[in-house]
């Protein structure tokens, strides 16, 4: 079908990304950030290759920026979660930036999902407040790239017709709550596999509801 291009290569990014996670049981290993940032490259090379399909050119750079700026992000934390924090943090925001420019002209203020942006933000408030004792000279830094992602999140819930950006958004939001509470507030077993599942399935979800997805409009000029 005209549109929904390189699914073999979306396949591909999936397995590489959860055979990351299962992997994570066998670390250390040399090069573990290579199949870690392998799921955001190879989406990032399935939207130049359908440039101008699904995204616009503009659009199609901007997706293609999320992704390095993830793969870059990624291998900072797979290096060291703790040392390399602020420059995840940095990376990571680009992504953010990137996503909320993405999302915005694809809102739907009407959504009843609404109801879900007070809550989310009395998380955040909450959690700054108890990372806020613990963080140190990053709680700038920390406190500057969670409204970000509080933002993206609100933007991703408030994308019409699209269910994959909707839990997307949400999970990416999680993910990144959960790395939050893990470094600064209180440390849980599995928190790596836990997380980056949650993270990959986020990446992927977007992904999917970016470049894959077709919404009731487009469905109903297949008729």
Excluded at 34 to 59: C, E
Aim: glycine fraction near 6%.
């Amino acid at each position: 079908m005209k549109g929904i291009r390189n699914p073999g290569l979306f396949t591909l990014a999936l397995v590489c990304g959860y055979a990351y996670v299962v992997s994570i049981a066998f670390k250390p290993y040399d090069f573990s950030y290579l199949l870690k940032v392998t799921p955001v490259l190879l989406l990032a090379l399935i939207a130049f290759l359908q440039k101008g399909s699904k995204l616009s050119n503009r659009q199609t750079y901007v997706f293609i920026l999320a992704m390095l700026a993830s793969a870059s992000g990624d291998v900072f934390l797979d290096l060291d979660r703790n040392l390399y924090l602020k420059q995840a943090l940095g990376s990571f925001l680009i992504t953010q930036l990137a996503y909320l420019y993405l999302f915005l002209p694809m809102r739907d203020l009407t959504t009843g999902r609404r109801w879900l942006m007070p809550p989310l933000a009395v998380i955040v408030v909450f959690l700054l407040y108890l990372i806020s004792h613990t963080a140190g000279a990053l709680l700038v830094p920390v406190v500057v790239y969670c409204l970000v992602l509080l933002a993206m999140a609100f933007s991703a819930l408030l994308v019409k017709n699209n269910l994959w950006i909707n839990i997307g958004g949400m999970a990416f939001f999680i993910a990144d709550a959960l790395i939050g509470v893990n470094r600064f507030i209180i440390s849980f077993e599995y928190s790596t596999t836990v997380i980056v599942t949650i993270y990959i399935s986020a990446q992927l979800m977007i992904a999917w509801g970016l470049l894959f997805h077709r919404g009731r409009e487009s469905a109903r000029s297949l008729v």
